[in-house]
């Protein structure tokens, strides 16, 4: 390779030696990332012997797509002498980006699938509704709705707190009905509120910040006893999940849990705004179709509901058989 009397190369033979060509090693060279060693009378470039070896070494970084930027810093990383941190980092966030990437074409490919499978008469209305979606798809909308719908000057831990749970994961590998659904979920949001009807439950208009912070910390709490419940398969019925339920909305109307309170309380629930729709479509879209269903806190609050139904008539059979009135 080096067959010159000083030991340096012409960019030919680097070119050959490395098996690109000269174009490419004048194109390094002229990024700074391929020194030239010195050039000669007639103005041609020559590279020193370490040469061949960084040039392989460019082209490997290249080769996993690393950007020219990342490559500078990992050379000149490695001309200090430092620790492979740079290296370690660039390909860090290019699995972070190839992850992303990949997420969003196999959304792509679910939604074309979903297109395809679909009937024809069918096909607009599908269309306009992945349509809306970025990919892979953004949860911003649904933030934006539960921000708007959450009691106002809620602190901003619980809200965070709220929007973990209530807002579902894009799967990484949708199914196209996960995609139909999530885009169904997206329009849901993305509609206003009737007019006939308040959105927000009656107990927003009773909290405050701290109240709301204590209800929904409550109500979490609840529904995570609920779920557990549920996935065992039980049967809605009083217990620790029921009374913190009940304990979470006493809490922020600064009463106590009596039954009095209770049959207050479950028919203020019944009359309250609901968005099934919301939980139905979430269960959709965190569910694949051959799993074990998940609990979502829609379905978390709708067994506890059940199970305070349930609390009250239990109560109602023992007082009418004790000869009491209710």
Request: with cysteine; hydrophobic share 40%.
């Amino acid at each position: 390779m080096f067959s010159s009397h000083d030991g340096l190369c012409t960019i030919g033979e680097l070119a050959e030696h490395a098996g690109v060509s000269v174009k490419t090693v004048r194109f390094y060279s002229d990024r700074g990332l391929l020194p030239e060693a010195s050039r000669s009378t007639g103005g041609h470039r020559r590279y020193a012997p370490d040469a061949a070896e960084r040039l392989s070494l460019i082209r490997s970084l290249r080769g996993l797509d690393l950007p020219l930027p990342d490559v500078r810093r990992i050379l000149d990383e490695q001309d200090a002498g430092g620790a492979p941190d740079v290296l370690e980092a660039a390909v860090t966030d290019r699995l972070n980006v190839l992850g992303t990437e990949l997420a969003a074409l196999r959304w792509r490919e679910a939604a074309l699938r979903l297109v395809h499978e679909c009937p024809p008469t069918e096909r607009p209305d599908i269309l306009r509704l992945v349509g809306s979606l970025t990919t892979p798809p953004s949860t911003a909308s649904l933030a934006r709705f539960w921000r708007a719908w959450l009691p106002p000057r809620m602190p901003a831990r619980s809200v965070t707190a709220f929007l973990e749970r209530a807002i579902p994961h894009p799967p990484d590998d949708p199914r196209p009905g996960q995609v139909l659904a999530f885009a169904r979920l997206h329009a849901f949001v993305t509609q206003p509120c009737g007019k006939s009807s308040p959105c927000q439950p009656r107990a927003h208009s009773a909290a405050g910040a701290r109240e709301a912070s204590a209800l929904y910390t409550g109500l979490a709490h609840a529904y995570d006893l609920a779920s557990a419940e549920i996935r065992k398969g039980a049967q809605p019925c009083s217990g620790e999940a029921l009374d913190g339920f009940i304990d979470a909305y006493a809490s922020t109307y600064g009463t106590h849990d009596t039954p009095a309170f209770r049959r207050v309380l479950v028919g203020q629930l019944a009359a309250d705004p609901r968005i099934d729709r919301y939980w139905d479509l979430t269960a959709e879209v965190i569910n694949a179709p051959d799993s074990h269903p998940e609990p979502t806190p829609g379905s978390a609050h709708d067994w506890l509901l059940k199970a305070l139904d349930a609390d009250l008539r239990a109560t109602l059979a023992t007082r009418c058989s004790d000869g009491q009135t209710y």
